[in-house]
């Protein structure tokens, strides 16, 4: 069954070309007395390349269902993640092309959602905040109240991130994984 335009929603997956795709942005339109026209950004999910694309109608596309369950990133090894499936134990590698900019949030031991297709892990998506310690930081000048100033931190997980002056190494942060910002220190 083909999936029209108006039917597409940003973070959905679909069957196009035969390959499984998650779209990353949507913009709809109709001009005049043609159809409807849907310029999309679709993320190849299994090896996270970004193609821009134009639907003109119910074309080769299908909605998929992906299953979600809780996975766990054990470990790195070379450029591959390796994650476990907390209910089955099954290990998947992903390649770290596949992760995108995920992989400077992940510290080993984290929980994640993993989303299946056909039994196969497809999509590791990260919660929106992680809470990372500052391994490296410079110490914040003392005397220094101009407002909004911020000063570098290096993560746990390797991750820079700009934070307050106020922020020392060790402290632990809350940030978020979509925008990598800072939000608060616990």
Not at 39 to 45: I, N
Not at 59 to 66: I, K
Not at 114 to 126: A, F, I, M
């Amino acid at each position: 069954m083909s999936l029209s335009v108006s039917e597409m929603r940003r973070g959905m997956a679909i069957l196009y070309d035969g390959e499984l795709y998650e779209i990353v942005e949507y913009e709809h339109s109709k001009r005049g007395r043609g159809g409807p026209v849907a310029r999309t950004k679709l993320r190849h999910l299994q090896t996270g390349k970004v193609v821009s694309t134009t639907f003109k109608g119910a074309e080769n596309t299908e909605s998929v269902f992906l299953e979600s369950r809780p996975i766990q990133y054990l470990f790195r090894e070379g450029d591959r993640y390796v994650f476990m499936d907390v209910e089955r134990f099954d290990q998947f590698p992903v390649p770290q092309e596949a992760l995108g900019d995920q992989v400077h949030f992940m510290t080993e031991g984290i929980t994640v959602a993993g989303s299946y297709h056909n039994g196969e892990l497809v999509k590791v998506e990260l919660p929106n905040f992680v809470e990372l310690r500052v391994a490296r930081t410079e110490p914040g000048v003392k005397g220094d109240t101009v407002s909004n100033v911020e000063k570098p931190a290096t993560l746990e997980s390797g991750a820079e991130v700009r934070v307050p002056l106020f922020v020392k190494q060790g402290d632990l942060l809350k940030v978020d994984t979509r925008t990598g910002k800072y939000v608060e220190r616990l």
